[in-house]
């Protein structure tokens, strides 16, 4: 079984800085993509940031610029450094992971909040 925790989201000024962090509880060598998605209430999912296994990355248009995201295989860890945030950046984040081989599947982890406000 694979478990994505999420940490690091919270309450910040626009123009503030976060870090979330998504904590894999299986190695994320055969994880050929993780990332984040967000949700605001009544829209649909949208991605947010992927990074495949060599390290490419893909943002959303609205994020590119502003959000950085990486990850640390040997610590089964995926971060993602959000700047300059907007109140639009709003939403619930959530992790997810595409593994290969034994736990193939997309999983997801339980969701953080983060809220842009003055």
């Known amino acids: 079984q694979v478990q994505l925790v999420e940490s690091g989201g919270g309450l910040v000024q626009p123009g503030g800085s976060l870090r979330l962090s998504c904590a894999a509880s299986?190695?994320?060598?055969?994880?050929?993509?993780m990332g984040w998605y967000r949700q605001v209430p009544g829209k649909q999912r949208e991605l947010v940031a992927s990074i495949a296994t060599g390290g490419s990355t893909d943002y959303a248009d609205s994020v590119r610029g502003r959000f950085t995201i990486s990850r640390d295989n040997a610590k089964n860890m995926a971060y993602l450094q959000m700047d300059s945030l907007k109140p639009d950046d709003t939403a619930v984040y959530y992790c997810?992971?595409?593994?290969?081989?034994?736990?193939?599947?997309?999983?997801w982890g339980q969701g953080t909040q983060v809220t842009v406000s003055s």
């Open positions: 997810f992971a595409d593994y290969v081989g034994a736990y193939r599947g997309r999983h």
């Open positions: 299986q190695s994320v060598f055969s994880v050929k993509a």
